[in-house]
C-alpha cells in the first residue's frame, strides 16, 4: 500500500479528527473512505434508498394552474 504526506490548515486537520473519532476510525483510513467516495460511480446513496421506500399513504395533491397562452410575435 503507498503512503501519501498531505499537508492541510490546521482547521480542517481538527475536523478529520473528530469526524474520524465519532466514526470510530483511524485518520488514514477515514480519508480513504472519503477519496474512495469521490471516485467512486455516482450512485444514491444508501441512506437514501433506505428512506425510497418508506413513505406511507398517500401522495398530497399538487395544484396545478392552468396553462396560459403565450402571444406569438
Known sequence: M???NVYVPDELEE???????QEGK?????LVELVREKFA?????KEFLKVLGS??????EIERKSS????EF
Open 2 to 4: 503507498a503512503q501519501l
Open 26 to 30: 483511524s485518520i488514514s483510513s477515514f
Open 15 to 21: 475536523k478529520i479528527r473528530s469526524l474520524a473519532q
Open 68 to 71: 396560459q397562452k403565450r402571444d
Open 41 to 45: 460511480p455516482k450512485e444514491w446513496k
Open 55 to 60: 413513505w406511507e399513504g398517500e401522495f398530497p
